[in-house]
């Protein structure tokens, strides 16, 4: 593993030895703010942002039980990615591999950033070969992009797979958990000590029910941290959305209610969805979608539409092989789709 500073673009190396914000210096919530050159009226919308998410950070500590210093949160899951590549990749010299097909949103960002993106192609079941991600890796690969359970695919990543890279690549491996919570896998926060060279990200709409206030988190080194600390201020979260976020966060009980709900109807969904005569596979998921496989999938899209039900078509090719990504919705709308589905 490089030395951290070593991956850090160069003109970004000296906010890597910029001390940790005094939390005593901070203002706490009751202080007069005589320095904002806010407008004193309209309150609670007029408070100033506070860019080190204090309050968030801390309310995810007690639920992960990691330490603040290893926590960041900002304005976005795209934020956070966006992040990554802005403070570890040289625009037109360094590049990223990812394992897919995967989420549209690395390519993107990559795009956004001038940074080349690879594709390591996931094998048979859409299982991580170590060997292809490092094939497409060279001495210019800054990042792996990995996300576990995956999407559009469903199925988990191998742990030991995972681990392997984690120990031979010479670059931050980025693990997007954003699907976990419907899976019985522990997070790979539980290992940020062992490996300095992990990232680990989430957007936190999937499993909280919080897709209005877009919010992204990164569990990283206090190095990595601090890092995205002094560069992702235009990604700083809302004093409002802070608060309401803190709010979801003290009731993890109801959360975990809801995504066993979410589980449940999964079982159910992939069970009946398989008794249609068109459906030709339904992959073992342990996310909050169901990756399956129709017939004439073109059709089968096109006659929910017009009927006012929405599926997603995934990209990298699946849809050309008749694939149709489903979320699991409440019990209510799932019956509506299979009711839309029995009428064909």
Not at 13 to 38: G, I, M, Q, S, W
Request: charged share 20%; glycine share 6%.
């Amino acid at each position: 593993m490089l030395n951290i500073e070593q991956l850090v673009r160069p003109n970004l190396r000296a906010l890597l030895h910029v001390p940790p914000v005094d939390e005593t210096l901070l203002p706490k919530a009751d202080a007069l703010r005589l320095d904002t050159n806010a407008n004193p009226y309209d309150l609670p919308f007029n408070h100033a942002v506070d860019c080190q998410a204090l309050s968030l950070r801390r309310a995810l500590s007690a639920l992960k039980r990691k330490d603040v210093s290893n926590i960041f949160a900002c304005n976005g899951f795209a934020g956070v990615v966006d992040l990554c590549f802005r403070c570890f990749c040289v625009p037109g010299e360094d590049n990223v591999v990812a394992a897919g097909p995967t989420r549209g949103v690395y390519r993107r960002m990559a795009q956004l950033n001038d940074v080349e993106y690879r594709e390591a192609e996931l094998g048979e079941g859409f299982a991580l070969s170590v060997d292809e991600v490092l094939g497409a890796c060279d001495n210019h690969t800054k990042l792996v992009w990995l996300c576990s359970p995956n999407d559009p695919t469903g199925n988990l990543l191998d742990v030991n797979a995972i681990a392997s890279l984690l120990e031979v690549f010479d670059g931050l491996v980025v693990v997007d958990e954003t699907y976990l919570r419907f899976s019985k896998s522990p997070s790979w926060c539980t290992v940020l000590q062992r490996f300095p060279n992990l990232v680990v990200i989430e957007q936190m709409d999937s499993v909280w029910g919080v897709n209005a206030l877009n919010v992204g988190m990164l569990y990283a080194s206090s190095d990595i941290v601090r890092l995205m600390l002094a560069v992702g201020g235009s990604y700083a979260l809302s004093p409002v959305i802070e608060s309401k976020m803190c709010g979801v966060f003290s009731d993890a009980f109801e959360m975990d209610r809801l995504v066993g709900n979410v589980v449940a109807e999964r079982t159910r969904m992939a069970h009946a969805l398989e008794q249609l005569p068109f459906c030709e596979q339904v992959l073992p998921s342990f996310s909050n979608f169901l990756l399956v496989r129709f017939r004439n999938a073109p059709a089968v899209y096109e006659g929910l539409f017009s009927r006012g039900v929405m599926v997603c078509r995934p990209a990298d090719g699946l849809f050309q092989k008749g694939y149709l990504r489903i979320t699991i919705g409440s019990k209510s709308a799932n019956n509506t789709l299979l009711s839309a589905l029995r009428q064909f």
